[in-house]
């Protein structure tokens, strides 16, 4: 499968933004999906992910209440829904995906499949 990210910009504190992410040569609806970002000068961290098996989401708690996730499958696309933006969500944000079943889907290395990444800056 093939991802690309899209849908990063510039939104002010307490903004909402909405990222994308397209799937193409094979249906979204088989993967595990994971969102991670990466800030200038950090390592790169997980954000959520939605299993392929149950459907639910997991959250990093430093966006519970905040991100949700979405996958809308006549597009083979899912999103990245964020809401109540912080300065400290400033960061590239990528998409992943993986096959892989039963994993510690929190980390990066669990995913083969990326998205270019997208930046995205909340700055007043």
């Known amino acids: 499968v093939q991802l690309q990210a899209s849908g990063g910009g510039l939104v002010q504190p307490g903004g909402s933004l909405r990222l994308s992410c397209a799937a193409s040569g094979s249906s979204l609806e088989d993967y595990t999906i994971g969102w991670f970002r990466q800030a200038p000068g950090k390592e790169r961290e997980w954000v959520l992910y939605s299993t392929r098996r149950d459907g639910r989401t997991y959250y990093a708690d430093f966006v519970k209440g905040r991100f949700d996730i979405s996958r809308d499958g006549a597009k083979n696309t899912v999103y990245l829904l964020m809401d109540s933006l912080k300065f400290e969500d400033t960061a590239v944000y990528y998409c992943?995906?993986?096959?892989?079943?039963?994993?510690?889907?929190?980390?990066?290395?669990?995913?083969?499949?990326w998205g270019q990444g997208t930046q995205v800056t909340v700055s007043s």
């Open positions: 992943a995906a993986t096959l892989v079943s039963n994993a510690a889907y929190d980390r990066a290395g669990v995913y083969r499949y």
